[in-house]
T-cell receptor, first 114, second 114 residues
Framework: NAGVTQTPKFQVLKTGQSMTLQCAQD?????MYWYRQDPGMGLRLIYY???????DKGEVPNGYNVSRLNKREFSLRLESAAPSQTSVYFCASTLTASSNQPQHFGDGTRLSIL | GNSVTQMEGPVTLSEEAFLTINCTYTATGYPSLFWYVQYPGEGLQLLLK?????DKGSNKGFEATYRKETTSFHLEKGSVQVSDSAVYFCALAPNSGGYQKVTFGIGTKLQVIP
């Protein structure tokens, strides 16, 4: 029962470097989400994909891009990493885009930018 | 806009003590309410939910009642265990067609000591 799988689990980058965070789900869910978690701020939505082929901005999209590669996979890219992007990143999925469905989360990627 | 308020903690309790974690919300309409739990090094997991006023969600000995008159969804457990040590997030989701942003609280850290 893999659920939502995120890779890598940890990463350290230098300012200006780029990287892609990977997320895959095996629950045949249609909708996927990327959040960042920062102390004292809860979870903030970066981008979401209501269905395969669509993506939309969340509340903190600046500095990020996403790709919904297929129904299973949703990647998050940092083109030029900044220290302010040091955070824990979570991918989540739901069966449909209806907001009142429980979200299924991966275990997170802990990203430090020096 | 919508908001969720909960204390950050940490809340420290002895094993078998009674637990209450307060959650109040501000929202238009009639949202669904959730409690998620995050164990160290893991992603969030759904603990319980309620979709309309006076509904009681329950799971693993935890309970929360959707109180529209006080706009609250407090989490309770009669006798906590060391294994309940985690961060607990209250969340609100609009009950409408299509996706609208889920609002998370900042999370309350619970420490249970033997």
């Amino acid at each position: 029962n893999a659920g939502v799988t995120q890779t890598p689990k940890f990463q350290v980058l230098k300012t200006g470097q780029s990287m892609t965070l990977q997320c895959a789900q095996d629950m045949n869910h249609n909708s996927m989400y990327w959040y960042r978690q920062d102390p004292g701020m809860g979870l903030r939505l970066i981008y979401y994909s209501a269905s395969e082929g669509t993506t939309d901005k969340g509340e903190v999209p600046n500095g990020y891009n996403v790709s919904r590669l297929n129904k299973r996979e949703f990647s998050l890219r940092l083109e030029s990493a900044a220290p302010s992007q040091t955070s824990v990143y979570f991918c989540a999925s739901t069966l449909t885009a209806s907001s009142n469905q429980p979200q299924h989360f991966g275990d997170g990627t802990r990203l430090s930018i020096l | 806009g919508n908001s969720v308020t909960q204390m950050e903690g940490p809340v420290t309790l002895s094993e078998e003590a009674f637990l209450t974690i307060n959650c109040t919300y501000t929202a238009t309409g009639y949202p669904s309410l959730f409690w998620y739990v995050q164990y160290p090094g893991e992603g969030l997991q759904l603990l319980l939910k309620a979709t309309k006023a006076d509904d009681k969600g329950s799971n693993k000995g935890f309970e929360a009642t959707y109180r529209k008159e006080t706009t609250s969804f407090h989490l309770e457990k009669g006798s906590v265990q060391v294994s309940d040590s985690a961060v607990y997030f209250c969340a609100l989701a609009p009950n409408s067609g299509g996706y609208q942003k889920v609002t998370f609280g900042i999370g309350t850290k619970l420490q249970v000591i033997p």
